[in-house]
């Protein structure tokens, strides 16, 4: 079946580093990429949505100069918190659409821990 | 606005037992509702799904029912087994398709021997 990687699966960096996420879709080619969070006993939230080879697109309130999205292969996106702060701290989750379709699911990958200390 | 709203855990059920986890939603227009499940170290996996009112989603001995009259999509299983253990999310998609899902807070599911 589709499966979507993440890497690194947990990261603790200090405040004012930046962090890269790598999300990876091992045996499909994904168009579309999304990337969620999610706070403890709260909802996943979109942050955004990449497709390849475009900028992505991000949902209301997300910063996207702070939530850098590449989306440079169809099996590559990666996630880059800029300057990250405490409040930064989650779980980041990406999915992955095959492309074609007018019904494409979502795979999702395992999620990153991020902390921030 | 597009929301979810489901049964907060956790559910801690003896093998065999009967599960119901409870969801309902708020939507614009008719979305499309889903329950992924979220095993132990793995990526959230769709386990159901229905695209339209009075549809039956069924997968692995789960079912969930889409009620609009109710604004509901209540997953069911009539004995859980051990492997069950998990956390379920119901979601919504506003949309044809899987884009802009809108998903429920969880539910972990503990069931033991």
């Known amino acids: 079946g589709a499966v979507v990687s993440q890497h690194p699966s947990r990261v603790i960096c200090k405040s004012g580093t930046s962090v890269k996420i790598e999300c990876r879709s091992l045996?499909?080619?994904?168009?579309?990429m999304f990337w969620y969070r999610q706070f403890p006993k709260k909802s996943l939230m979109l942050m955004a949505t990449?497709?390849?080879?475009?900028?992505?697109?991000?949902e209301q309130g997300v910063e996207k100069d702070k939530f850098l999205i590449n989306h440079a292969s169809l099996t590559l996106s990666t996630l880059t918190v800029t300057s990250a702060h405490p409040e930064d701290s989650s779980f980041y989750i990406c999915?992955?659409?095959?492309?074609?379709?007018?019904?494409?699911?979502?795979?999702f990958g395992p999620g990153t821990r991020l902390t921030v200390t | 606005g597009n929301s979810v709203t489901q049964m907060e855990g956790p559910v801690t059920l003896s093998e065999e037992a009967f599960l119901t986890i409870n969801c309902t939603y708020t939507?614009?227009?008719?979305?499309?509702l889903f329950w992924y499940v979220q095993y132990p170290g793995e990526g959230l996996q769709l386990l159901l799904k229905?695209?339209?009112?009075?549809d039956k989603g069924s997968n692995k001995g789960f079912e969930a029912t889409y009620r609009k009259e109710t604004t509901s999509f209540h997953l069911e299983k009539g004995s859980v087994q051990v492997s069950d253990s998990a956390v379920y999310f119901c979601?919504?998609?506003?949309?044809?398709?899987?884009?802009?899902?809108?998903f429920g807070t969880g539910t972990r599911l503990t069931v033991i021997p």
């Open positions: 979601a919504l998609s506003g949309k044809t398709g899987a884009n802009n899902l809108f």
């Open positions: 990449s497709n390849e080879g475009s900028k992505a697109t991000y």
């Open positions: 939507a614009t227009g008719y979305p499309s």
């Open positions: 045996d499909f080619q994904a168009t579309t």
């Open positions: 999915s992955a659409a095959p492309g074609g379709g007018a019904t494409r699911e979502q795979y």
């Open positions: 229905a695209t339209k009112a009075d």
